[in-house]
């Protein structure tokens, strides 16, 4: 067979199956890359795999291109995995929407039964959906089951007040994940309290492995290159894994010479080291090279055979991914698709000018963005107490900045990203998701990080031209957004707190905002 464009490499290996001569099909998204958990019926028959590489999907906003890289490199090494495995594949990389190609291929074999899992995220769904009416008993539907929990079993429970925490403890009972019986596991089910040290200096953080991109990944990065030519980021440097036994490595190196410390660094930042002791492993579960159980059974295996590995860091983990990553599975179940247009503080400013170039003054911003910029990472803080913050505090459309962590990130899928958003770090669904709007002064940046010793502002000062801006603007943002701080009907002690300040030093933030943000340039307006 002709070798077709950019796909040389798989042409090269794969033996390109014609649907034509197949009745039964089972279309593979590529978030989906992962046959164990796919019905034994599939591994048992070995019916035809459709993988398809639709770039509209990929255009509908202007994803990272490392992010890009990363999804189609993978999913043609599952798709030479599977081939090699007995499967035979059928595989496009096309300008068509998928379904317009599953149209063509059901239309060009009457024959052909088509299998599909549930797609987790909401516009597959709907196109998939309308498929399956059009071809009716020709198309099936199979549950998704590459998460713990079945949303259909919990999203009647999500509402204002039904916190993360009750359905973690839940969901530990029934995993039996670090549980003496109905107990948990040293006693406490949570050991937050020691999960929040800052970083001392000069303390030893592990190097972590970077893979060379292989023939396949190069093919697609100058696939990329030439495609997406106005998308974020660059495809230069890539490193990620693009195989499941490469993830496994990095799933092994993380559980070797990171976990110990995952917990009580959790909450830190550090100039140029945005990984710290975190797992880097949201990409991998996200598209189903890793499992989420295989992620948490290793660690407590780990933990059980290891003595310096402590409590806080193997539940802090666990309690990451059975607990937040399942959470706001459900949440967006339950709240799609009217969630999308929330914004409860009615933020109507454009994104910062400097989400997208890097540029700014301010140290922890630029510290926060750079890794995401060049890699399409940042951790959990940077994402929350960072760059949120500061997007809430300059009163950004929540829904922009949804927009941005969508396809600025590489682990970004919408069911992570929106909850992740929109309820968690801007309060925009007005607290389903989250009792409080998620924003610091800039004490708080200067007592997890290292950030405010190289900053062009001063951290001590709170208001005028060089005090840290974070300062200003959260007491500015605890005066206009009372209300998002109202507990049980009354002011919160950070209300409290603002009232106390003498009329010239209110009168001081307001100005400093007013300054501020009159010179913040927007993306859309500058
Ligand atoms: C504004 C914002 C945007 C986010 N966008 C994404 C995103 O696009 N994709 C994504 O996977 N996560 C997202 N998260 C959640 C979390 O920040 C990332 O999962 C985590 O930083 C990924 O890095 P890591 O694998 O090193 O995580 P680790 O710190 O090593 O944590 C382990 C795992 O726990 C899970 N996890 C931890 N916190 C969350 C959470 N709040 N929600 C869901 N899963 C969680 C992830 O799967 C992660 O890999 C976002 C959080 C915020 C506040
Ligand atoms: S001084 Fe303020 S702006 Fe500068 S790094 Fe610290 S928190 Fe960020």
């Not at 998204?29 to 992962?34: A, E, K, S, V």
Request: hydrophobic residues 30%; charged residues 30%; proline residues 5%.
């Amino acid at each position: 067979m002709e070798k077709r464009d950019y796909l040389k490499e798989i042409d090269g290996v794969i033996e390109e199956a014609d649907p034509a001569d197949y009745d039964k099909a089972v279309l593979i998204l590529p978030d989906q890359i992962n046959l164990n958990v796919w019905p034994e019926w599939i591994h048992d028959e070995k019916p035809l795999l459709i993988l398809i590489e639709s770039y509209p999907v990929h255009r509908t906003l202007p994803y990272h291109k490392k992010r890009l890289t990363y999804l189609l490199s993978s999913l043609r090494h599952f798709a030479v995995e599977c081939s090699s495995n007995g499967f035979p594949v059928h595989y496009q990389s096309t300008d068509q929407h998928y379904d317009k190609v599953l149209k063509d291929i059901l239309d060009g074999n009457k024959e052909l039964a088509l299998s599909f899992m549930n797609p987790s995220e909401w516009d597959s769904r709907e196109r998939l959906q309308e498929l399956r009416k059009k071809y009716e008993n020709r198309v099936t539907k199979i549950s998704n089951t590459f998460f713990f929990a079945d949303p259909d079993d919990w999203k009647q429970k999500i509402e204002p007040g039904y916190r993360m925490e009750y359905f973690y403890r839940d969901m530990r009972k029934k995993t039996g994940y670090l549980m003496n019986g109905d107990e948990p596991e040293g006693g406490e089910w949570n050991y937050d309290e020691n999960n929040r040290e800052s970083l001392p200096s000069g303390y030893d953080i592990p190097e972590p492995t970077r893979f060379q991109p292989d023939d396949i990944t190069l093919e697609v990065m100058e696939m990329v290159d030439e495609k997406f030519p106005d998308h974020f980021g660059k495809t230069d440097h890539f490193y990620y894994a693009t195989s499941r036994k490469q993830a496994m490595e990095l799933l092994d190196e993380f559980i070797d010479n990171r976990l110990d410390d995952f917990g009580p660094y959790e909450d830190a930042m550090a100039s140029d080291e945005p990984l710290l002791f975190h797992s880097g492993l949201s990409p991998y579960m996200n598209n189903g090279l890793l499992l989420p159980w295989e992620i948490c059974e290793r660690a407590i295996e780990a933990y059980r055979e290891n003595d310096e590995i402590p409590i806080n860091s193997v539940e802090g983990l666990v309690r990451q991914i059975l607990g937040w990553r399942e959470f706001v599975h459900i949440y967006y179940e339950a709240m799609m698709p009217e969630v999308r247009d929330t914004n409860f503080m009615n933020f109507n400013e454009s994104l910062p000018k400097m989400y997208w170039s890097g540029e700014t003054r301010m140290h922890c911003m630029k510290q926060s963005l750079k890794p995401v910029i060049e890699q399409g990472y940042s951790h959990h803080i940077q994402r929350l107490m960072v760059l949120s913050n500061f997007s809430n505090l300059t009163k950004t459309d929540p829904r922009e900045l949804n927009e941005w962590f969508r396809f600025a990130y590489v682990d970004a899928h919408e069911w992570v990203v929106l909850p992740n958003v929109l309820g968690m770090s801007t309060f925009a669904d007005g607290g389903v998701l989250a009792s409080k709007p998620y924003v610091s002064s800039g004490n708080y940046i200067n007592k997890m990080s290292d950030y405010c010793k190289s900053c062009e502002y001063s951290i001590s000062k709170k208001t005028g031209e060089d005090a840290c801006p974070f300062n200003y603007l959260y007491w500015n943002f605890v005066d206009e957004q009372r209300d998002a701080f109202e507990e049980s009907g009354r002011n919160s002690f950070m209300v409290n707190m603002y009232e106390k300040k003498s009329e010239e030093n209110k009168e001081a933030i307001r100005n400093s905002t007013e300054n501020f943000l009159e010179q913040l340039k927007r993306y859309k307006n500058s």
